[in-house]
């Protein structure tokens, strides 16, 4: 096994696969200097927006629920995204829904969908994931997720 936990290990149990999911959604507001004069969001803006989305589930609802862990450390993996249309801005927000995909031992992926507006009757724009891992600052050297997170994640984000 690596370090964030990819591999078998055959005295592990295996990972958490989700199969049904609940989805944390938010609106995001996308300022006017955020975008181009052709109102056409760019790569790097939508990697922003992806961090927008998901960073208030990790470090904010996560710490008010005594999860404090997210924020002393964690680093994304991974990043894919693909386009589905191009994000053209006509409105002030876009809706963002995060869900769980897999949970594994030192690892998260977390998949996402943009809609091209506010609302899920707006076409969707993009799909996403990510994979996260838990990190030691200090130690500088990832770590496994501790009870507390997997439950957070889990009860926030899986039906299972």
């Known amino acids: 096994m690596d370090a964030f936990g990819h591999g078998t290990d ?14 944390y959604a938010r609106r995001i507001a996308v300022a006017a200097g955020r975008i181009g004069t052709d109102r056409h969001g760019n790569h790097a803006r939508m990697v922003t927006l ?3 989305a998901r960073v208030p589930l990790l470090f904010g609802d996560a710490g ?3 999860v404090g862990e997210f924020a002393k450390g964690m680093v994304v993996v ?3 995204v693909d386009y589905r249309a191009p994000v053209v801005v006509d409105s002030q927000e876009l809706r963002v829904e995060v869900s769980l995909r897999e949970l594994k031992f030192a ?3 977390l998949d996402y969908t943009v809609y091209s ?3 899920v009757e707006d076409p969707v ?3 996403a994931d990510t994979v996260l891992a838990p990190y030691d600052l200090a130690t500088r050297r990832p770590r496994r997720f501790i009870g507390a997170e997997r439950a957070f994640l889990k009860d926030r984000l899986a039906d299972d």
């Open 64 to 66: 008010r629920a005594g």
């Open 50 to 52: 992806l961090e927008e």
């Open 10 to 23: 055959p005295t592990e149990s295996r990972p958490t696969v989700i199969n049904r999911k609940r989805t």
């Open 107 to 109: 690892s998260v992926t």
């Open 125 to 127: 724009a993009v799909v």
């Open 117 to 119: 507006g506010p609302s």
């Open 78 to 80: 991974r990043l894919t």
